[in-house]
């Protein structure tokens, strides 16, 4: 069996463009070189991958497979001409990190800034994902750390206590949840919602929540960071719901309420996910020591004023 990587291209091209005509034409070549190279792939491989149709062609079950596949390594190769660039420039370490919204916003800026001041040679590659989507990546190697939350199954990952997220109710002053002394998200969802932009994770998760008990979350408006959705908030446009740490800063500043929530999930302890501790290279070690310090820190902290 022999392949190479212009056999995966033109595959990852058929399948896109179910046309030999447009696979020809993506891959500068020509016509006949391409059909003649997909008949010499299928004898090495010794299975039918495309299926030839008066409309054009499609991939056979074994030619969707090799696609797929194909696809990965091409992303792979992708990512490696990015790095060795990177290393060309000077830089000795890429690092990917993907992690939930509070995670990202609250608690990895002063983090990293520590980090990066310590590592000048380092680069990082941080995105916000929802958990279950960090844990597929992290398992696939599409990224080197996760920071996840709540109850999500982190799978054959090992994993690495981190801090802990409150999820709360932010209102206007005024409003009719405002002055109780805690709420069950499904009274919120009476009414309109702020919510941060659809590619948070924070949005991802709380649409579940509402589809968990068969109800839709009445979105108003959507913005961009918490912040704006204090401002939203307390200009009377809908309530939301945010983490603690955020609503308690910018309640200083902002007219807004809080109350708790009473669900189970409204507290939701962060993890650390790696594929293999021991694999990774030393400067990402360096980093998860920093996010298992500033846990610790945390905990101290909250210890020391009673907080859970």
Known sequence: ?????????????????????????ATHMSLSAV????????????????????????????GLTFAMHARLVLRQIQHLRG????????????LRVFANTTALVEFLPPILQAYLASHPDVNIDLHEKPSRDIVRAVADGQTDIGIVAGNVSTRDLEVIPYRSDRLVLVTPPGHALAQAGAVDFADTLEYDHVSLHEASALHTFLHEASDALHRSLQIRIQVGNFEAACRMIAAD????????????????????????????????????????????????????????ADAEKAGAEDGSTGAN
């Open 1 to 25: 069996m022999h392949f190479d990587l212009v056999d995966l291209r033109l595959l990852v091209n058929i399948a896109d463009f179910n046309s030999l005509t447009r696979t020809a034409d």
């Open 35 to 62: 059909s003649t190279r997909v008949k010499k792939l299928e004898d090495s491989i010794g299975i039918q991958l495309i299926y030839r149709t008066g409309q054009g062609v499609a991939l056979t079950p074994t």
């Open 83 to 94: 790095d060795l660039q990177e290393y060309a420039k000077g830089v000795k370490g890429h």
């Open 237 to 292: 446009i809908g309530v939301g719901i945010l983490p603690e740490s955020a609503a308690r800063r910018y309640a200083q500043n902002t007219d807004i309420a809080i109350v708790p929530l009473n669900d189970k999930w409204a507290v939701r302890a962060m993890k650390i996910c790696v594929r293999n501790l021991e694999e990774l290279p030393a400067f990402a070690k360096a980093l998860i020591v920093l996010l298992a």
